[in-house]
T-cell receptor
Framework: AQKITQTQPGMFVQEKEAVTLDCTYD???????LFWYKQPSSGEMIFLIY??????QNATEGRYSLNFQKARKSANLVISASQLGDSAMYFC???????????FGTGTSLTVIP | NAGVTQTPKFQVLKTGQSMTLQCAQD?????MYWYRQDPGMGLRLIYY???????DKGEVPNGYNVSRLNKREFSLRLESAAPSQTSVYFC?????????????FGSGTRLTVV
């Protein structure tokens, strides 16, 4: 089974609108971390936001927030007030407490339309 | 600037040639990783090193070897390159545990095997 599932290969959003990128995960660990990374066309991987499995509040970092629904095993990224510079690939990732590696989803390509 | 330095940025190889991708980090992280990124497949783990002196296979290790030279450096070697190894390669490092900022990535190597 896939550890991380991103079901939206591509998304479009109007500039200044909010957009939600979906991510579901699969783990039997009680302790784990969830991450979102941005990959612009230049290719580098940029850390956006982190949510710990024991965190009761949703994580926020500026215009980014993580909608964490533990029972549903989902960790959706919400980008508010989209900007043209938000056009990029977005990857959801998870790290379990018992392992050392991160598991990545296949990514969502976001295009912001002026 | 502190981070992960990966070289080279671009490389073209002929089938059967060998090469080594270099990676160094200056954040005193114990764990280092090599991933490959292919369209539609996200990032797949090739090898990782949980600490100096140890290496372990990831999801797609065939055709690759690694060396953890010291705490800072983790190299990836292709002994006999094949067209299927055309990809973008990322080195990353991380702290232990499930929290924090997750991985710090290098800028990537775009490898083409002809």
């Amino acid at each position: 089974a896939q550890k991380i599932t991103q079901t939206q290969p591509g998304m479009f959003v109007q500039e200044k609108e909010a957009v939600t990128l979906d991510c579901t995960y699969d783990t039997s660990d009680q302790s784990y971390g969830l991450f979102w990374y941005k990959q612009p066309s230049s290719g580098e991987m940029i850390f956006l936001i982190y949510q710990g499995s024991y965190d009761e509040q949703n994580a926020t970092e500026g215009r980014y927030s993580l909608n964490f629904q533990k029972a549903r095993k989902s960790a959706n990224l919400v980008i508010s007030a989209s900007q043209l510079g938000d056009s990029a690939m977005y990857f959801c990732a998870m790290r379990e407490s018992h392992g050392n590696q991160f598991y990545f989803g296949t990514g969502t390509s976001l295009t912001v339309i002026p | 600037n502190a981070g992960v330095t990966q070289t080279p940025k671009f490389q073209v190889l002929k089938t059967g040639q060998s090469m080594t991708l270099q990676c160094a980090q200056d954040m005193n992280h114990n764990s280092m990783y090599w991933y490959r990124q292919d369209p539609g497949m996200g990032l797949r783990l090739i090898y990782y090193s949980a600490s100096e002196g140890t290496t372990d296979k990831g999801e797609v290790p065939n055709g690759y070897n690694v060396s953890r030279l010291n705490k800072r450096e983790f190299s990836l070697r292709l002994e006999s390159a094949a067209p299927s190894q055309t990809s973008v390669y990322f080195c990353a490092s991380s702290e232990a545990g499930t929290g924090g900022r997750g991985y710090t990535f290098g800028s990537g190597t775009r490898l083409t095997v002809v």
